[in-house]
């Protein structure tokens, strides 16, 4: 058991935030309230009674009952959490793991642990594995090897096979086996006929589809802004049309098949217009923001070299005020990592031929802390609506929460605690990241995942 006391309890699910104590008996929530006596847990009187209501789906049922002692021999752990943020755990939509193929970058375990460090109880992995997950055999390989993890992993299947772009993978039996949701990313999808037809079956699975939007008639050399910097460096970079032009098409797309869309990583102010305008229109479409882009812009890339290189890449100041502005009015529905492991010795290479992405998991929270919150363009609790709640609905789960008779996953962090990111301290393989050197608000403490302490800080 642990009783988790004197925690600032910040829930979207439930709207709550106030200081409240939480007792989790087994992989339960068993009661949140004003006041939860230590002396009391002990003596029994809270209990999680096998045939006590709570539903399977963690949804709050009467999961606590005065009636005796039948829990209370279970050993109490206390956790004083006066100051901090007790939270349901997050969920990151948009993670790549690396397994299999290229697990010298990362693997499923380590990834796991990285993403628990960050205060992560559920991820969900994308598919440009090698070989893809496009079929039974290397889906089943990455939920049996995801279950054997501390945290919950689902897995997407990609769109079309070996990520070709031409034709469409058996999205019935991989839906039927487990696939969470669909995507190619990594790689645009430039067949709209083969899209759509992708999408309609979709729509009829109700499952999501996730696509990376950047057409590559676009892109002089990736991973840069087509800009200023990318002037300086004689390096001809990526045009934010690119992004833009795929957007407007699968935002059309959306709302002409009704399917579930999410426009990945975000980077382009014109893109978040785009979608703000056909989610007017009634279309079911969606959109990650990354915490790099909205905390740096492209002039990173001559401080950081190739730790800031990303497909997309970081653009101009003015991008990146309007992905806040989107992250704000509701345009943008979730902050994912995009977590992109690679290798020391790549990211050592040369610009144009170092590969893109960072390590994100391990910083996501606490950029989203120093960046939105701290800076007053959000609060804590869209913050964690953005991190948590959204990211599950759109990926057809049951959002985490702090209330009775749910799962206990838990995230317990202090907003104006500082910790500072260093490179041997990575729980990830990699640590390709900009932000190590740097001081941040928001460390995290705990990470409880199905009840049990998976994390501590």
Request: charged residues 25%; aromatic residues 6%; negative net charge.
């Given at each position: 058991?642990?009783?988790?006391?004197?925690?600032?309890?910040?829930?979207?699910?439930?709207?709550?935030?106030?200081?409240?104590?939480?007792?989790?008996?087994?992989?339960?929530?068993?009661?949140?309230?004003?006041?939860?006596?230590?002396?009391?847990?002990?003596?029994?009187?809270?209990v999680a009674c096998e045939n006590s209501g709570a539903s399977a789906d963690g949804a709050a049922g009467s999961a606590y009952e005065n009636s005796g002692a039948c829990g209370a021999s279970a050993e109490l752990e206390v956790i004083d959490a006066t100051g901090l943020v007790v939270a349901p755990g997050l969920c990151d939509a948009h993670v790549h793991f690396r397994d299999p193929g290229f697990t010298y970058k990362e693997d499923i375990e380590s990834g796991a642990k990285a993403a628990a460090r960050?205060?992560?109880?559920?991820?969900?992995?994308?598919?440009?594995?090698?070989?893809?997950?496009?079929?039974?055999?290397?889906?089943?390989?990455?939920?049996?090897?995801?279950?054997?993890?501390?945290?919950?992993?689902?897995?997407?299947?990609?769109?079309?096979?070996?990520?070709?772009?031409?034709?469409?993978?058996d999205m019935d039996l991989l839906a039927k086996n487990g696939a969470c949701g669909f995507t190619d990313d990594g790689l645009p999808l430039m067949d709209e006929k083969v899209?759509?037809?992708?999408?309609?079956?979709?729509y009829e699975l109700?499952?999501?589809?996730?696509?990376?939007?950047?057409?590559?008639?676009?892109?002089?050399?990736?991973?840069?802004?087509?800009?200023?910097?990318?002037?300086?460096?004689?390096?001809?970079?990526?045009?934010?049309?690119?992004e833009d032009i795929m957007v407007a098409r699968d935002c059309v797309l959306a709302l002409d098949t009704g399917a579930s869309v999410c426009i990945q990583h975000i980077s382009s102010g014109n893109s978040v217009d785009i979608?703000?305008?056909?989610?007017?229109?009634?279309?079911?479409?969606?959109?990650?923001?990354?915490?790099?882009?909205?905390?740096?812009?492209?002039?990173?890339?001559?401080?950081?070299?190739?730790?800031?290189?990303m497909n997309p890449p970081l653009r101009t100041e003015e991008d990146r005020r309007r992905i806040i502005e989107g992250l704000k009015d509701g345009t943008i529905d979730m902050i994912v990592t995009d977590h992109a492991p690679h290798s020391k010795e790549e990211k050592a290479r040369e610009l144009a031929k170092a590969p893109s992405g960072?390590?994100?998991?391990?910083?996501?929270?606490s950029l989203g802390v120093k960046s939105l919150v701290k800076t007053g363009e959000i609060s804590m609790m869209k913050l964690i609506e953005l991190m948590s709640t959204n990211p599950y609905k759109f990926y057809r789960m049951t959002p985490?929460?702090?209330?009775?008779?749910?799962?206990?996953?838990?995230?317990?962090?202090?907003?104006?605690?500082l910790w500072t990111v260093k490179e041997e301290e990575f729980a990830s393989k990699a640590s390709n990241s900009p932000f190590i050197g740097w001081e941040l608000p928001g460390k995290v403490f705990f990470t409880i995942c199905n009840g049990k302490v998976v994390y501590r800080g």
């Amino acid at each position: 058991m642990i009783l988790i006391k004197n925690g600032r309890v910040v829930d979207p699910v439930t709207n709550t935030d106030e200081v409240m104590d939480v007792l989790v008996e087994g992989k339960k929530i068993v009661k949140v309230a004003k006041e939860i006596k230590e002396e009391d847990v002990k003596a029994g009187v809270y209990v999680a009674c096998e045939n006590s209501g709570a539903s399977a789906d963690g949804a709050a049922g009467s999961a606590y009952e005065n009636s005796g002692a039948c829990g209370a021999s279970a050993e109490l752990e206390v956790i004083d959490a006066t100051g901090l943020v007790v939270a349901p755990g997050l969920c990151d939509a948009h993670v790549h793991f690396r397994d299999p193929g290229f697990t010298y970058k990362e693997d499923i375990e380590s990834g796991a642990k990285a993403a628990a460090r960050g205060g992560f109880t559920t991820v969900i992995l994308m598919a440009n594995t090698k070989p893809s997950v496009d079929n039974l055999e290397t889906l089943n390989y990455c939920i049996k090897k995801g279950e054997q993890t501390d945290i919950h992993i689902l897995q997407t299947a990609n769109v079309t096979c070996g990520m070709m772009g031409k034709e469409l993978v058996d999205m019935d039996l991989l839906a039927k086996n487990g696939a969470c949701g669909f995507t190619d990313d990594g790689l645009p999808l430039m067949d709209e006929k083969v899209l759509y037809e992708a999408l309609k079956k979709a729509y009829e699975l109700d499952l999501p589809v996730s696509l990376h939007e950047e057409d590559p008639f676009f892109i002089k050399h990736p991973g840069v802004n087509m800009g200023e910097v990318s002037k300086k460096l004689n390096y001809g970079g990526a045009s934010r049309t690119a992004e833009d032009i795929m957007v407007a098409r699968d935002c059309v797309l959306a709302l002409d098949t009704g399917a579930s869309v999410c426009i990945q990583h975000i980077s382009s102010g014109n893109s978040v217009d785009i979608v703000r305008a056909f989610k007017k229109m009634g279309a079911d479409v969606h959109a990650e923001a990354t915490p790099h882009h909205f905390t740096l812009t492209e002039e990173a890339v001559l401080k950081y070299g190739t730790n800031a290189r990303m497909n997309p890449p970081l653009r101009t100041e003015e991008d990146r005020r309007r992905i806040i502005e989107g992250l704000k009015d509701g345009t943008i529905d979730m902050i994912v990592t995009d977590h992109a492991p690679h290798s020391k010795e790549e990211k050592a290479r040369e610009l144009a031929k170092a590969p893109s992405g960072i390590t994100g998991l391990e910083t996501s929270l606490s950029l989203g802390v120093k960046s939105l919150v701290k800076t007053g363009e959000i609060s804590m609790m869209k913050l964690i609506e953005l991190m948590s709640t959204n990211p599950y609905k759109f990926y057809r789960m049951t959002p985490a929460s702090i209330s009775d008779g749910a799962i206990a996953d838990i995230v317990i962090f202090g907003e104006d605690a500082l910790w500072t990111v260093k490179e041997e301290e990575f729980a990830s393989k990699a640590s390709n990241s900009p932000f190590i050197g740097w001081e941040l608000p928001g460390k995290v403490f705990f990470t409880i995942c199905n009840g049990k302490v998976v994390y501590r800080g």
